[in-house]
């Protein structure tokens, strides 16, 4: 949002001194709000108007601090440059001094080079260079750490943790949120069981390694929130975990599984994560095959589910989920894992977002009866190669789908993607009002229909009103 010099100005003047009445300066909460949505460029300028405004947007100008430690030379990672080593000095130095420090909620640790995915990734597959100087600018920054007072983030890309580093971060004022990338432990786990616990809430261990060291080391009643996407042996490398490491207050689970030893893993799941109310699942290997529907929910609790359509049978059985949102999947798949479910799908969803890739549509309709409850549908198509025009195929749907919609609907939306441009436009799209009175007559209660297609957006809601519009390769003609 640009800030413009008028309202410079303006904020400028409420801190001269002149007399004024009681009242009249406004609050620094309302500069606060102000600043907070302005560009970093902005800020500047805001800094440069007046003295309190100048000591509020330091506020957010100091409130990220990016360190590197190490340089990518030849797909090695090794010490910067000595200029650049004092740049980096002289800037730990000012961020950690005592007017900046306490200013600091977010701490990344990473590589000036990593400025495209692709750059990253060469980083994040470098070795390190065995030079015992190698990770000098590592070491002084957790000799630092201490003075951030009210740091609550901790970001670290391709770093190795070592006791050094592990007591810091257990003596910071407040609980962290720490997200790894492609780090590591340099400790053993009989130093580790000697270190002081570390107060994490929230815990994203991408692309890295030593899960169960890492947990291990936390304080287990702190943490509520755990990602493991990328830990590939995980659950199954935590089996050495005693039976008591038990996480009671994590409420949110991201993983990765591996069908194959899926029946260990749901036992390691159940035992540690037993609060679980958000899970987000990805897949390791090829779809699962048959398997028993666990009516035992690992998740008791679980409220809303995230994940491929195949691990439904095993992790929403007999729960009482609210929310649904499944990856791209077939219908077939997503039939079959409703159907293993039976009477075991939960009754209570209001909430069901799926992308249904190459649908023969007219089955989408098949799918409603197992959601007597829904309040919003968002569902996305996705066409590649089907032989019968995508829109005429789509309007034919959704002409019939108002008889079979739950009535308890309240917001539907419905796009439609489609790879190839038609010859011509040959189609008629209904009007706006004819679709709102047909779904109004089964769904009583809606207040928002969308229908996006190919060449094409209609809909209506509370605030907008009714709307029709051309889009993409139509709207050109």
């Not at 409420?14 to 902005?42: C, K, Q, W, Y």
């Not at 490491?245 to 409420?251: A, D, R, S, Y």
């Not at 949110?252 to 035992?271: C, D, Q, T």
């Not at 809303?304 to 077939?332: H, V």
Request: net charge negative.
């Amino acid at each position: 949002m640009p800030l413009c010099n008028h309202c410079l100005l303006a904020l400028a003047t409420t801190d001269v001194d002149l007399p004024a009445p009681e009242g009249a300066m406004l609050p620094n909460e309302l500069f606060l709000i102000v600043l907070r949505h302005v560009r970093t460029s902005e800020l500047h300028s805001a800094a440069l108007a007046s003295r309190n405004l100048c000591q509020l947007a330091r506020t957010f100008l100091f409130s990220d601090f990016h360190f590197w430690p190490y340089t990518l030379k030849d797909n090695t990672l090794t010490l910067p440059a000595d200029d650049a080593v004092l740049g980096m000095t002289k800037k730990l130095a000012f961020f950690s001094g005592p007017a900046i420090a306490p200013l600091v909620q977010l701490l990344h640790l990473s590589m000036s080079e990593m400025r495209t995915n692709y750059t990253r990734l060469a980083v994040l597959g470098g070795e390190f260079d065995t030079s015992i100087t190698t990770h000098a600018l590592r070491d002084l920054f957790f000799a630092h750490l201490h003075k951030f007072t009210l740091v609550k983030f901790v970001r670290a890309d391709k770093i190795i943790f070592t006791v050094p580093a592990l007591m810091a971060l257990a003596r910071m004022a407040n609980p962290l949120d720490l997200e790894l990338w492609e780090c590591s432990l340099g400790v053993t786990s009989s130093i580790a069981s000697t270190l002081p616990r570390l107060s994490v809430t929230r815990l994203d261990l991408s692309r890295g390694h030593d899960v169960d060291l890492w947990l291990a080391l936390l304080d287990a009643k702190q943490l509520l929130e755990f990602e493991a996407f990328s830990m590939r042996d995980f659950p199954h490398s935590s089996l050495g975990l005693e039976p008591s490491t038990t996480f009671p207050n994590v409420w949110s689970l991201s993983i990765f599984i591996y069908w194959i030893n899926i029946s260990r893993g749901l036992h390691i799941f159940r035992a540690m994560f037993p609060g679980v109310t958000t899970l987000e699942i990805q897949e390791g290997d090829s779809h699962p095959g048959d398997y028993e529907v666990d009516i035992h929910p690992v998740f008791p609790h679980l409220k809303t589910y995230y994940g491929p359509s195949t691990a439904l049978p095993l992790f929403i059985g007999g729960t009482m989920l609210r929310e649904l949102k499944l990856n791209s999947c077939d219908i077939f798949d997503l039939r079959q894992a409703l159907q293993r479910l039976n009477v075991h799908f939960p009754q209570t969803v209001t909430r069901f977002e799926v992308c249904i890739v190459e649908p023969p549509i007219q089955d989408l309709a098949a799918i409603f009866p197992y959601f007597p409850s829904l309040e919003t549908l968002d569902l996305e198509l996705t066409f590649f190669m089907i032989d019968d025009p995508v829109v005429e195929e789509v309007l034919r749907f959704f002409a019939t789908l108002s008889p079979r919609l739950p009535r308890t609907l309240r917001k539907l939306c419905i796009q439609c993607d489609d790879s190839d441009e038609p010859a011509t436009i040959n189609f008629d799209i209904p009007a706006p009002r004819v679709i709102q009175s047909q779904i109004l007559a089964r769904c009583p209660d809606v207040v928002e229909v969308q229908l996006t297609a190919p060449y094409f957006a209609l809909g209506w809601d509370a605030t907008r009103g009714f709307r029709m519009e051309r889009t993409g390769f139509w709207a050109e003609e």
